[in-house]
């Protein structure tokens, strides 16, 4: 069973207005993008009581102290109250930070979120992890605290460039390769055109909701839902600082194969399981660009992870297809290793 403050929507505006009533909040703001505030405030607009829009760039490169503070003094213009809430209508950047806005302005108040990506809707948006990037490393500032509601309406999808939606995919497949194999078989027999995505978004909405609550602070269980996350934010970290930004789906594809390569050189995953997965991933992603030299470097910064414990990196590794298992020690020259393989796949 989903936890209450998770809705599915037909119908955003409707299912807003009443719990808005509801609760009778002192003030509403509304934090968007320029692509959010044009395509998927207009379907939210009538449910909203009065309120304020607070607008922001989007991007990766916009997840910093810097946007905070703007979208804090626009709150303090505001005279935003304790009694007051932040509404955050877009993807998995702004859902992190207007949610880490929101929960550290003046020690908390209430924020919706409204994701309007595949990724934000299918993992993001889930799970009350909020964060902020601090020298480019991901999610380096950030806390735990839970949305008073999420609003899932999968209507937003149209709205969305393919490169969206195929970054948004990767945390799909993840979540298939670690905890369910026979949907990772449905999902493989499929070109990304042709996904079930209401289906699709339910289940990672489902799974991803009954792991978070059993586990919140990630101390255990929790840990497993970042898999391909060690090595793919290395990558992503690395390439954002040099002015090379990918899509976060497309560096945790990127991360899954690594891992997976770790996990077949430790035979945890067979040989057949491993190619169709890269198989796979490649067919849908394509490759990441990196050179040879630039191994040292990304590896570098995965010792900056947060799942680490001193100097020791701890990954998510496969255990076969459709289960994983967390906190395995991975070495520097295991990633170096991993990426030497990644770069040298065919397309």
Request: hydrophobic share 40%.
């Amino acid at each position: 069973m989903l936890p209450d403050n998770i809705l599915f929507s037909s119908d955003p505006a409707n299912d807003l207005r009443p719990f808005l009533q509801k609760k009778n909040y002192s003030q509403i703001g509304v934090l968007v993008d320029e692509n959010t505030q044009q395509h998927s405030y207009p379907l939210i607009r009538e449910g909203l009581p009065p309120h304020f829009v607070i607008p922001v760039k989007s991007g990766e490169e916009q997840k910093n102290l810097t946007t905070c503070a703007t979208i804090w003094q626009a709150m303090t213009d505001r005279a935003m109250d304790r009694h007051a809430c932040l509404i955050v209508l877009g993807g998995g950047v702004l859902g992190d930070m207007g949610g880490f806005c929101a929960a550290t302005y003046k020690r908390g108040i209430d924020f919706i979120l409204i994701p309007t990506t595949l990724l934000a809707q299918a993992d993001a948006s889930i799970g009350g992890k909020l964060g902020i990037d601090f020298n480019h490393y991901k999610n380096h500032i950030g806390v735990f605290q839970q949305p008073t509601l999420t609003l899932l309406y999968a209507g937003f999808l149209k709205t969305l460039p393919y490169a969206e939606l195929r970054s948004g995919f990767a945390e799909v497949i993840k979540h298939t390769l670690i905890a369910d194999k026979a949907m990772w078989e449905v999902i493989a027999k499929k070109p990304l055109e042709t996904q079930d995505w209401d289906a699709l978004i339910r289940h990672s909405v489902a799974f991803k909701a009954r792991i978070t609550q059993e586990d919140p602070k990630e101390k255990g269980l929790r840990k497993i839902l970042n898999a391909g996350h060690t090595i793919g934010h290395a990558l992503e970290t690395y390439l954002l600082g040099a002015d090379r930004r990918v899509l976060h789906g497309e560096a945790v594809a990127v991360g899954l194969i690594t891992e997976a390569y770790i996990g077949r050189q430790r035979n945890l995953i067979g040989e057949e399981d491993f190619k169709r997965l890269c198989a796979f991933l490649l067919k849908i992603y394509g490759k990441v660009n990196f050179g040879e030299e630039e191994r040292e470097a990304i590896a570098a910064v995965a010792l900056q992870d947060k799942k680490n414990k001193g100097n020791t990196i701890l990954s998510v590794l496969p255990d076969g297809i459709g289960s994983a298992k967390w906190d395995y020690e991975i070495s520097l020259d295991e990633v170096k290793g991993a990426l030497s393989f990644y770069r040298s796949l065919q397309m």
